[in-house]
């Protein structure tokens, strides 16, 4: 503001034009307990515009949500930091979306550093449930699919599964629900994004059997009939593809009643428009993890066969379309260090993939490994004492580090499942051949089979999800706003 405020000075005398103003909207938790501004005196906006130095400009905060504040030259793609300070420094920070150029306001959700706090809506009590599809439809508008309300891990109650479709936006923080009768109950089914701004949904686990159906979601959430896989399917691992569709790697295509069923025997290709094909898979598994990398290809770890969790990786050639086990390369694995189901697989920003958590037949493992991409082959990052895991959530972040949260931890087969709920953040080295995993943060929200998501703003949702065994439901939703490092600094 001083700045604007000298420049309107100098106009008396032919000086410098003022930059034009911005209404910024700020909003936060509706919990009074995680207000964001409490004891807030200063807000640091901070403008970061493409090819350009940051933008830094300290205003007194007054207590009102609606600031008008002068901006700098906006090009598309520029957007607005704030971080709310006290006399300690950074306590909350916001971002908006991406702006456009000539862009005159925009709306920055705030929250406390380190913390999951409410979403600005509540979410309704109805939508909560574990293991539903979550996929990012046009403009950042978060799709929510399916799961299930009661049951065991991979043993939902089939008279609990959920026809529910809901949407997030994140223009307003509301949350919608969106009647149709062209999904049906289901869950472990296969979603991802289409090119046009909508999504598809394939097969799954229905009330009475496994489904072979394709659904297509306009970029509005209307659900329509979009073709049918070439067999049934439900707990296949899904990468998208650069064209627009994805591979659905194995699963079952028959459940047993008991958790698991018959596995598929195949890989499919499931095209944008709905068209599916099949392509040979030399080892069968069903809940594996699936990331696509940065070649098109994809990276296919874990899963379990009829002899429990596996700990080797199969590869995905996007240029012969086919499907082998991982070699072993020089000093690389071609196995990971342990078997894993349930675990998390997360492509870095050097191409390498960071494994985490899962079970191994026997209990809850902790161990982190790396897959590198020059080495074809898994490498050990340095070791850590954290506590095992499975079935929780991971996301990268738009600085290239990793969030890991919630999931649940076994000690033994048989046992049942205790909540996890210690925040893990891993920041890689350049090479992807290592990176730090840190642990001090406040405990989050008791969630397993949840999602995570990462929103336009670089914020991330949190929603859904359940623990223990039966399954107890972990309501409402949450958003955690990342700042590390140089986001934590007050500009002198």
Same mark, same amino acid.
């Given at each position: 503001m ?5 420049? *309107? ?25 995680e207000?964001?501004? +409490?004891?807030?005196? #200063? ?10 130095p940051?933008?830094?400009?300290h ?12 901006a ?21 920070v ?11 306001? *925009? ?17 309704? +009590? ?44 994140p *223009? ?7 009647p ?5 109950a289901?869950i472990?089914?296969? @979603? ?44 296949? +691992? ?24 018959t596995?598929?025997?195949?890989? $499919? $290709? ?7 094909s ?9 809940? #594996?993890?699936?990331?696509?990398l ?18 080797? *990786? ?5 240029t012969?379309r086919?499907?082998? #086990?991982?070699?072993a ?21 050097s ?16 161990? @982190?490994? $790396? ?17 095992p895991r ?23 087969r048989?046992?049942t ?39 336009p ?8 999800? @359940? ?22 600094a007050?500009?002198p």
């Amino acid at each position: 503001m001083a700045r604007a405020l000298a420049c *309107a000075l100098l106009l008396t005398v032919g000086g410098c034009q003022p930059s034009p103003t911005f209404e910024v909207t700020l909003t936060g938790s509706p919990i009074v307990d995680e207000d964001p501004f +409490a004891g807030v005196t #200063a807000l640091e906006l901070r403008w970061s515009r493409p090819g350009l130095p940051l933008t830094v400009e300290h205003i007194t905060f007054t207590g009102s949500s609606d600031l008008l504040v002068h901006a700098p030259p906006l090009a598309d793609g520029a957007q607005l930091e704030v971080a709310a300070l006290d006399a300690r420094g950074v306590v909350a920070v916001g971002r908006t979306a991406p702006l456009a150029k000539g862009q005159k306001a *925009a709306v920055a959700y705030v929250a406390r550093l380190d913390q999951f706090a409410a979403t600005p809506s509540l979410r309704p +009590a109805q939508s909560a449930r574990f293991a539903a599809s979550a996929t990012t439809l046009a403009d950042g508008v978060v799709l929510f699919a399916g799961g299930a309300t009661r049951g065991s891990p991979t043993l939902p109650d089939a008279s609990s599964l959920s026809p529910l479709l809901d949407l997030y936006d994140p *223009a307003t923080g509301a949350f919608t629900v969106v009647p149709s009768t062209a999904f049906t109950a289901r869950i472990y089914h296969a @979603a991802f994004a289409t090119p046009d701004g909508g999504a598809l949904l394939a097969g799954g686990l229905g009330m009475f059997d496994a489904l072979a159906d394709v659904v297509r979601i306009d970029a509005h959430g209307v659900a329509s009939a979009a073709g049918t896989l070439p067999g049934k399917r439900f707990a296949a +691992a899904t990468a998208p593809l650069p064209d627009g569709g994805a591979l659905l790697v194995g699963g079952y295509s028959a459940p047993d009643g008991m958790g698991g069923g018959t596995l598929a025997t195949d890989a $499919l $290709l499931l095209g944008p428009d709905g068209a599916a094909s099949s392509i040979a898979l030399p080892l069968p598994r069903a809940f #594996a993890a699936a990331v696509t990398l940065a070649n098109g290809d994809v990276l296919i770890t874990g899963g379990t066969d009829n002899l429990g969790p596996r700990s080797d *990786a199969l590869y995905y050639s996007a240029t012969t379309r086919t499907i082998a #086990a991982l070699p072993a390369t020089g000093d690389a694995r071609s196995d990971m260090l342990t078997a894993r189901v349930g675990h998390t697989a997360t492509r870095l920003p050097s191409g390498a993939v960071l494994i985490y958590g899962g079970n191994d037949g026997r209990a809850s493992v902790s161990a @982190a490994e $790396l897959w590198s991409p020059s080495l074809t082959g898994f490498v050990d990052p340095s070791s850590f004492n954290l506590d095992p895991r499975q079935r929780h959530a991971a996301v990268a972040l738009g600085d290239g580090s990793v969030l890991l949260t919630g999931g649940e931890s076994q000690p033994q087969r048989m046992a049942t499942p205790s909540p996890v709920r210690a925040l893990l953040h891993f920041a890689p080295t350049a090479s992807g051949s290592g990176g730090v995993l840190a642990s001090d943060f406040p405990l989050t929200p008791a969630r397993a089979e949840a999602n995570l998501v990462l929103l336009p703003d670089g914020s991330v949702l949190y929603t859904g999800g @359940a623990v223990s065994d039966p399954r107890m439901l972990a309501g409402g939703a949450q958003i955690f706003v990342p700042c590390f490092g140089s986001c934590r600094a007050v500009t002198p």
